[in-house]
T-cell receptor, first 111, second 117 residues
Framework: EDQVTQSPEALRLQEGESSSLNCSYTVSGLRGLFWYRQDPGKGPEFLFT???AGEEKEKERLKATLTKKESFLHITAPKPEDSATYLC????????????FGTGTSLTVIP | DTGVSQNPRHKITKRGQNVTFRCDPISEHNRLYWYRQTLGQGPEFLTYFQNEAQLEKSRLLSDRFSAERPKGSFSTLEIQRTEQGDSAMYLC???????????????FGPGTRLTVT
């Protein structure tokens, strides 16, 4: 059965304390893995798409990487404004276009 | 910046009433998706349209739910005879996918928060 699991569920960091969020997946045929940021009461905001193992994408303090079984979102020297829930989603090659989301990691960065 | 817009942003209704939500996608996007999100969970897929054709529906989409995209532009999601379990955030997303496209990212709207009392 297809699964997307994110860990940890919640993470508290001091400002400047780097860390990584994990998204492990079991799907039959990965078309793409997507990272989103979601602030409370708002829709998810697109961050990155990764299509193949070994691929990396960077944006400001965020860097996303992909292997055949998992993806990491590395946060370097986070700031309080990075506090949000980070969601990953996978899209399979043989089921049209729906995304399968994990439950997210709630990140709090303390000043 | 004309992103995905959704109306209303909040809706409170009594059990048994019908509600309708509207989604306006990014103008050139040909695909439109509806998701439902409950507290502490990731969004769950409900249905999607390619232009005006509804191509896929989730098992979550009971007979009380219906979605339309009549002219391939905006979409509506209607819930009939609402139940308390329908309380959730309803999210709309859009994407542009062409035959030669190599990108499939979906862009989400702000959502409609439904509360059924």
């Amino acid at each position: 059965e297809d699964q997307v699991t994110q860990s940890p569920e919640a993470l508290r960091l001091q400002e400047g304390e780097s860390s990584s969020l994990n998204c492990s997946y079991t799907v039959s045929g990965l078309r793409g893995l997507f990272w989103y940021r979601q602030d409370p009461g708002k829709g998810p905001e697109f961050l990155f798409t990764l299509y193949s193992a070994g691929e990396e994408k960077e944006k400001e303090r965020l860097k996303a990487t992909l292997t055949k079984k998992e993806s990491f979102l590395h946060i370097t020297a986070p700031k309080p404004e990075d506090s949000a829930t980070y969601l990953c989603a996978v899209q399979r090659t043989n089921t049209g276009n729906q995304f399968y989301f994990g439950t997210g990691t709630s990140l709090t960065v303390i000043p | 910046d004309t992103g995905v817009s959704q109306n209303p942003r909040h809706k409170i209704t009594k059990r048994g009433q019908n509600v309708t939500f509207r989604c306006d996608p990014i103008s050139e996007h040909n695909r439109l998706y509806w998701y439902r999100q409950t507290l502490g969970q990731g969004p769950e897929f409900l249905t999607y349209f390619q232009n005006e054709a509804q191509l896929e529906k989730s098992r979550l989409l009971s007979d009380r739910f219906s979605a339309e995209r009549p002219k391939g532009s905006f979409s509506t999601l209607e819930i009939q005879r609402t139940e308390q379990g329908d309380s959730a955030m309803y999210l709309c997303a859009s994407s542009l996918v062409m035959r030669t496209s190599a990108s499939y990212e979906q862009y989400f709207g702000p959502g409609t928060r439904l509360t059924v009392t």
